[in-house]
């Protein structure tokens, strides 16, 4: 049997910023706790598992690599639209 570790990557885009970058890295139980951090504070929390795989071997700090550009933006897209509907 094989276990598949859980990873866990936080983004960031502040308004000035030419991309988003990554702003936290976390594996197994670590990134569990990151996430539970993020609920806690309503971080959205998205499970892409392909796109957590490409950016867990970037590291913190780095701007998100320009392959990534386009299912990231639907990303942002996707949560802007559920925080909208929240909102409404």
């Keep these: ?8 990557v ?4 502040p308004d000035q910023a030419d991309a988003p970058y990554i702003s936290a890295l976390a594996k197994g139980s670590r990134a569990e706790h ?3 951090i993020a609920e806690a504070y309503d971080v959205p929390v998205v ?6 795989d490409v950016l867990s071997i970037q590291s913190v700090g780095d701007f ?3 392959e990534t550009y386009a ?3 639907g990303i942002f897209a996707f949560v802007a639209k559920m ?3 929240a909102h409404e």
């Design 34 to 36: 990151l996430i539970r």
């Design 1 to 8: 049997m094989t276990t598949t570790q859980r990873k866990a």
């Design 71 to 73: 299912v990231i933006a």
């Design 64 to 66: 998100i690599p320009e």
């Design 47 to 52: 499970r892409n598992d392909a796109m957590v």
């Design 83 to 85: 925080e909208k509907t």
């Design 10 to 13: 936080a983004l960031r885009y």
